[in-house]
C-alpha cells in the first residue's frame, strides 16, 4: 500500500514547523467563534435564514467530500440521499408518528443501510460510468415519490411538523443554525479521524491509483462501499434536519441533479482533499447563491454564475482553494528537500538541532556520521 505522499526533510525549517499546530488551533478558535456568533449579529431574520441555508450547503458538500475527496469517484447524484432523509424524516414523524429528532437519527440509519445495496451496485463501475448512474438513481428517485402520491404527497409536497411549534421565526433559525453547526463539526471530526487513520490511507491510494492499491492487497471495493455510506449517513441528516427546519418537501427540488452539482461544485472550489475545503466552498457558493437570488429574483442567473464559477475552478484551480493558496505560501518558505537528496550526515545534523529545539537528549553517532568525520579529517 502507498505511503501517502514522498517523505520530506526540513532543511532549516524548523520554525514554520512549530508554529504550524499553535497557528491552526487559533484559526480554528476563531473560525469556530465567528460561526457560533453570527445568529447574535445577523440584522434580520432572512440573513439569518440565509446563514442556514448555507450551513446546509456546508454539510451536503462536507458528506460528499467523504466519497469524492477521498475516492476520487465524483457523484453528481447525491442529493438522492439528502432527498430520502428528508422525506424518511418527515414520513417517520407524520405516518408514524415518531419524535421528530428520533425520526431524523432514524431516517439517517435508514438511508444508510439502504446505501449498502446501492453502493455495491453502483460502485462496479468506475468514472463517467458512475457519474451516469449516480444521476440515474436521483432521477429514479423522482419519478418514485412524484409518482407516489398517496404516500409522499407527490408534486403537491409534503408537509413535516415543525419541532419547537412555540419559537418565533428568528428563535427557530437560530435554533437550527445551531443544529446545523454541531452536524457539521460531528461530520469535520469524522472525516479528520478517517484522513489520519490506515483506513483513509488505503481511500486516498484508491484515488491515486484503485489497481495498484488493490495490487498490494487494499480492501478497494469494501474500502468505496463504507465511505459510500457514511458518506450518504452524513447527506441524509443534512436532508432530514433541513425537512424539519422548513417544514416543506417537493420532489422537484429534493432529488434534483442541481443540488448534487452544487455539492461537487463547493467541495471543488475549497479544495476536495481538505478537511474544510467544502466548507469554504460552501460559504462562497452559498452566499454568492442568496445574492443572485435577491438581487435578481426568479431569474436563472444564479444558474451561469455557478456555471461560470465551475469553468473557472476547473481551469485554473483544480485541486481548489485552500491547496493552491497553500502552494503560494510555500514559494515564500525555505525550500524543502526531498528525503532523497539529503545525506545521513545532513540528515543527522537536522535531527539533532530538532531535538535541541524541543530540549530532548540528541540522537547518537551513527556510522554514516562517523564516515563524514572520517572525510572531514581527510580534506584537513
Known amino acids: 500500500m502507498p505511503r501517502g505522499s514522498e517523505t520530506t526533510a526540513p532543511a532549516g525549517g524548523l520554525l514554520p514547523a512549530r508554529l504550524g499546530t499553535p497557528v491552526r488551533l487559533i484559526a480554528l478558535v476563531v473560525g469556530a467563534a465567528l460561526v457560533l456568533s453570527f445568529p447574535l449579529v445577523a440584522p434580520n431574520p432572512y440573513i439569518l435564514s440565509a446563514g442556514v441555508v448555507v450551513l446546509n450547503y456546508a454539510i451536503l458538500s462536507t458528506a460528499w467530500n467523504f466519497v469524492g475527496g477521498f475516492t476520487g469517484y465524483i457523484s453528481l447524484g447525491h442529493a438522492a440521499y439528502s432527498g430520502l432523509g428528508g422525506y424518511a424524516t418527515g414520513l417517520l414523524i407524520t405516518k408514524a408518528g415518531v419524535p ?11 438511508v444508510a443501510a439502504l446505501a449498502v445495496p446501492i453502493g455495491i451496485a453502483a460502485l462496479r463501475v468506475r468514472g463517467a460510468s458512475f457519474v451516469i448512474v449516480s444521476i440515474a438513481l436521483v432521477l ?50 469524522a472525516w479528520w479521524a478517517i484522513d489520519r487513520s490506515r483506513f483513509g490511507m488505503g481511500l486516498k491510494a484508491i484515488r491515486e491509483d484503485e489497481d495498484k492499491a488493490q495490487s498490494l492487497g487494499t480492501p478497494t471495493f469494501t474500502f468505496k462501499l463504507i465511505a459510500y455510506v457514511v458518506s450518504a449517513l452524513f447527506t441524509a441528516l443534512g436532508g432530514g434536519l433541513y425537512a424539519l427546519w422548513f417544514g416543506d418537501l417537493d420532489p422537484i427540488f429534493q432529488f434534483s441533479i442541481l443540488t448534487g452539482s452544487y455539492m461537487v461544485l463547493m467541495a471543488l472550489l475549497g479544495g476536495i482533499r481538505h478537511l474544510f475545503g467544502p466548507l469554504l466552498g460552501a460559504f462562497i457558493v452559498g452566499t454568492a447563491l442568496e445574492i443572485f437570488k435577491l438581487e435578481f429574483g426568479s431569474t436563472q442567473l444564479h444558474l451561469v454564475a455557478a456555471g461560470v464559477l465551475l469553468a473557472v475552478v476547473v481551469l485554473f484551480m483544480p485541486d481548489g482553494i485552500i491547496p493552491a493558496v497553500g502552494n503560494l505560501v510555500k514559494r515564500f518558505r525555505p525550500t524543502e528537500s526531498s528525503i532523497r537528496e539529503v ?3 545532513e540528515l543527522l545534523e537536522q535531527n ?13 553517532a551513527t556510522d554514516a556520521d562517523a564516515a563524514s568525520d572520517t572525510k572531514a579529517e581527510v580534506k584537513r
Open 100 to 110: 421528530s429528532f428520533v425520526a431524523l437519527i432514524l431516517a439517517g440509519v435508514v
Open 140 to 189: 429514479i428517485l423522482l419519478l418514485v415519490f412524484q409518482s407516489w402520491g398517496a404516500f409522499t404527497g407527490g408534486s403537491n409536497g409534503l408537509v413535516v411538523p415543525r419541532p419547537f411549534p412555540d419559537l418565533l421565526r428568528p428563535e427557530h433559525h437560530m435554533v437550527f443554525f445551531y443544529l446545523y453547526a454541531g452536524l457539521i463539526a460531528i461530520a469535520l471530526l
Open 343 to 345: 545525506t545521513a550526515a
Open 352 to 364: 539533532r538541532a530538532r531535538a535541541a529545539a524541543a530540549g530532548q537528549p540528541a540522537p547518537p
